[in-house]
C-alpha cells in the first residue's frame, strides 16, 4: 500500500512494556522516525534509526527495523503515565518531506 | 534557541475572511514545511519551502498559499477560510540533507472557520 500504518490504539498498565508497531512503504527510506505528541502540544522527535541498523536503544526506548518486512516497532520499557501520547510512525521519502502514519494512542493506567 | 515558534497560537475565523499564520526558526535551517493534522488522518503537507526562494506543493495545498520571507520566516496564508480548513496546522524545518534530514516542529496553530 501508499500508506504508513499504525495500529490507533494500546492500551497498557503503569510498569508494564509498550510496544507500537509500524509498516512503513519506501524501501529506499534513510531514516525512519518516532514522534511524540502530548495532548494539545507539538510534534516532539524521539529517536530515528538509520536503514542500515536493525535496533537501536535509547535509554527505556527500543527501535527495531525489519527492512525485509519494512516494518518498525518503538518498544518502551517500564511505561510511565507520563508516557501517555500519541505516536508517530515516519519515513523521509524522495528527500523531500516526511510520510506519517495516522498515530498510535498509546493509554498507560496506573 | 527557541527552535521553531509559530503565532498565532489559536485563532477563529468566518467563512470567506483571510489571515496569514507565521512561522520562524532560529536553527539556521533551509528547509522549512507546513503540515496539518485532522483527527484521524495523522499529518498531511500543505507546502515545503527545500530552500531560501523556493516553495512546492505538498499533498494537500489547494485554498492555501506560502511566502519564504528569508531563511528564517516561512508563512502560510488562507485567502478565504472554508470550514474544512479547521485543523491543528504545525510548521517544521530541517537542515535540508534529503534522506539524512530530520524535521523540528513547532507548538501548532489551532484555527477554527465558522
Known amino acids: 500500500g501508499e500508506d504508513v500504518e499504525q495500529s490507533l490504539f494500546l492500551s497498557v498498565r503503569e510498569g508494564d512494556s509498550s510496544v507500537i508497531n509500524c509498516t512503513y512503504t519506501d524501501s529506499s527510506s534513510t531514516y525512519l522516525y518516532w514522534y511524540k505528541q502530548e495532548p494539545g502540544a507539538g510534534l516532539q522527535l524521539l529517536t530515528y534509526i538509520f536503514s542500515n541498523m536493525d535496533m537501536k536503544q535509547d535509554q527505556r526506548l527500543t527501535v527495531l527495523l525489519n527492512k525485509k518486512d519494512k516494518h518498525l516497532s518503538l518498544r518502551i520499557a517500564d511505561t510511565q503515565t507520563g508516557d501517555s501520547a500519541i505516536y508517530f510512525c515516519?519515513?523521509?521519502?524522495?528527500?523531500?518531506?516526511?510520510?506519517f502514519g495516522k498515530g498510535t494512542t498509546l493509554s498507560v493506567s496506573s | 534557541n527557541a527552535g521553531v515558534t509559530q503565532t498565532p497560537k489559536f485563532q477563529v475565523l468566518k467563512t470567506g475572511q483571510s489571515m496569514t499564520l507565521q512561522c520562524a526558526q532560529d536553527m539556521n535551517h533551509n528547509s522549512m514545511y507546513w503540515y496539518r493534522q485532522d483527527p484521524g488522518m495523522g499529518l498531511r503537507l500543505i507546502y515545503y519551502?527545500?530552500?531560501?526562494?523556493?516553495?512546492d506543493k505538498g499533498e494537500v495545498p489547494n485554498g492555501y498559499n506560502v511566502s519564504r520571507l528569508n531563511k528564517r520566516e516561512f508563512s502560510l496564508r488562507l485567502e478565504s477560510a472554508a470550514p474544512s480548513q479547521t485543523s491543528v496546522y504545525f510548521c517544521?524545518?530541517?537542515?535540508?540533507?534529503?534522506?539524512?534530514?530530520?524535521?523540528?516542529f513547532g507548538p501548532g496553530t489551532r484555527l477554527t472557520v465558522l
Open positions: 515516519a519515513e523521509n521519502q524522495a528527500g523531500t518531506a516526511l510520510i
Open positions: 517544521a524545518s530541517s537542515a535540508g540533507q534529503g534522506h539524512t534530514d530530520t524535521q523540528y
Open positions: 519551502s527545500a530552500s531560501e526562494g523556493t516553495t
